[in-house]
């Protein structure tokens, strides 16, 4: 009965060896897969953290599948980090305002002149 079950041409021996290599290689897959939906997971817990949104336990529960510390990839960690600078960078009118203060006016001014008698110069109709 059991022989019937085997592929033909395969020894018994042969066939549980086969059997062992599929299994290995489908728990490995699920690993691998469930590292990158936790990866996956984990670049939307920080953009959820940087945009002051609700957290979503399923997030929490795939880090938690994959084994609780999920890095993220340095590629999607650096894209998060520099939309943060960017962020930080352009906090709005207020940082526009202090940056406005530390211009020095006189020295602008001259620069400006310095820049227009340059090109009086190079033009002839000005």
Not at 20 to 27: A, G, P, T, Y
Not at 30 to 48: G, I, N, Q, S, W
Request: aromatic share 4%; net charge negative.
């Amino acid at each position: 009965d059991k022989a019937a079950a085997l592929p033909s041409g395969m020894a018994r021996e042969e066939f549980e060896e086969y059997q062992r290599q599929l299994l290995e290689e489908k728990i490995e897959r699920d690993k691998v897969f469930a590292r990158r939906k936790a990866e996956r997971a984990t670049v939307r817990m920080h953009l959820r953290d940087k945009y002051h949104l609700a957290q979503d336990e399923r997030d929490d529960a795939q880090v938690h599948v994959a084994g609780g510390a999920v890095e993220l990839p340095q590629d999607l960690a650096a894209m998060v980090h520099s939309e943060e600078e960017e962020e930080d960078g352009s906090a709005g009118a207020f940082a526009l305002l202090a940056k406005l203060r530390e211009v020095e006016l006189p020295a602008l001014r001259d620069r400006a002149r310095g820049g227009v008698d340059q090109v009086k110069e190079k033009c002839a109709l000005m």
